[in-house]
């Protein structure tokens, strides 16, 4: 169980601290005083803060005294922390001489982030103003970019630093470049926030180098629109959409010249040799159900025929071909089906099978699929070798059914580096749900738009900004929805918008809180807004409101699942809280 007490004295930018089932931010502590017995006034401390013992760490040390007169008990462990470090040698000599160094001990942090991992700290002493910590100002980085292309609304850099100052952070302004080694930066500048104010645009080049940093603890915030749903690349001097970009890679990638399969359109093959004759041949297939046409074909002038009649004793013909791969490679394989006179509970199909080096399945697909009479129909599948997968075995003809089947233009592609990857949930693999990779950002959603909006308005049960935000115009954009997977982050709704009868619309607005999962201990406030900048002064409403978001997101100061043993309390009371399991 941990514990705080509450108290206007000094106050601790600082990172979440989780306690043996507590989690608690911003932490302020009480000083001992001058005139009382050092190990009778820690003890009365940690009786009144109800802390059995652990680690106690004493932020704003000077000298080594003090910091040892928190150690009330053998069970308790004392350490200081400074971010002067020509006082170290000064807190650290009595402490030698005494011989007390060791479950007393001191050290220097930069102010901002306390050096422990999470679930290890029982309880912060912080010392009263006129000896506390001197913390730096969140350091806040905004993207500009001036001859990358827009998608939605741009806003200021100027006023969004002015909104920054006053929200007690210090603003650099950083280039594409520049924000391709945000990681490297973050921990060099200690940068807390960055900052996006070109509404759906992003470089990506900085895709990697974010992800990183928001891993990292950073926070972020972006305006102006749907965030991270146009990523962009120089190609020869120029911004180009990256989508459209390896959309025509992928077209280069996959033209049938590039294609790993021998003889995919059966072009030149004079038949279909039975399984275990002529191993020179690329295709093989069941004897006498198994032919090469050139009666009907979708490409070129032959194609595979598979026949299985109503009188036949199998209920199943195949042809097959093996490809090597490389491991960790993604690929692309396509094909034409044609059926008549499908009977039977089966399938007409050509499915893809993984092999390791023993020719064992790792595993398989049926990719191309038809279950009734079909003219020429494309099939396509994308996937990526395992680890143990050296070929595949293409595999095609009729299944548990009776009929004729055509096959034609099979195709493998390498298409590694081809495929777009979104870096928002905009887009995934459709499931029962949305199967998305963790590190895409749930920010905002593809069929949500704002509509029919005619205001926008401060949410009435948040505590982030009191700002009574009242806009009156036809804003269009994304509602500020979020994707908080399982029990991982908290989104508090911010700024909502209202049609010309008051009635919500959707959130413009808010902010979401990491506290579990991929980017845990990381904030993002995101503005769906894309055709006005709201913005476009420091002392517009929406300003303010930023202002106040900002702040909150420097302090990150926040509770989640807890109990309490009273529901009220007053400036200087101890207050205990706990909830079950332990946090993150």
Known sequence: MGCTRLDDAASLHARTVTAVGVMMIAIAGAQLARGDAPSAAAAKLWRE?????????HVGCTDGQPTAARRAARRFVVHGLTTDPATLPKSRTPLIAARQYGPVSTATFDGIHPPYADGLVNMFVVEQPD?????????????????????????????????VERAGGVAIQVSADELSKLAETHQTQRIRMLVVPTG?????????PLIEFLRGGGDLVTVGGYAFNNLLQRVDGRWVSQRQFLADQLRSATSAGLSLVSDGGFESSAGMPPVGTQPESPWHGSAAHCTITNEVSAEGKQCARVVLKATASADSATIYSYVPLKRGRTYQISAKLRAEQLTGSGIAYVAVYQLDAHGA???????????????????SYRFTTDARAVKVRIQGGLFRARGTVWIDDIRLHDITGCEFVPLNTSSGV?????????????????????KRVAGIRRVADQLISNWQCRLTAHFRGWAASGVIGANDARWIPILEAVDRYSRPRGPVAALQVHYNGYYAGSWWAYFGVDNQDLF???????????QDVMRFMFRKTCLRNLRTERRCYQVGDVLRAGRRGQSR
Do not use: C
Request: net charge positive.
């Open 49 to 57: 803060a109800r802390v059995q013992g652990g680690l106690i760490v």
């Open 131 to 163: 000896r506390a910590v001197t913390v730096k100002p969140p350091r806040v980085a905004i993207l500009w970019q001036p001859d990358m292309p827009v998608v939605g609304r741009r806003s200021s850099p100027a006023v969004l630093k002015t909104i």
């Open 200 to 208: 759906a645009s992003f470089p990506e080049s900085a895709r990697q």
């Open 361 to 379: 399945s790792t595993s398989f697909r049926d990719f191309a699929v038809l279950r009734q009479a079909t003219d020429w129909t494309s099939f």
């Open 430 to 450: 459709p499931r029962d749900g949305l199967l998305v990779r963790p590190e895409q950002l749930g920010m905002f959603d593809p069929s949500y738009p704002l």
């Open 536 to 546: 476009v002064d420091s002392s517009a409403p929406a300003a303010n409101v930023l």
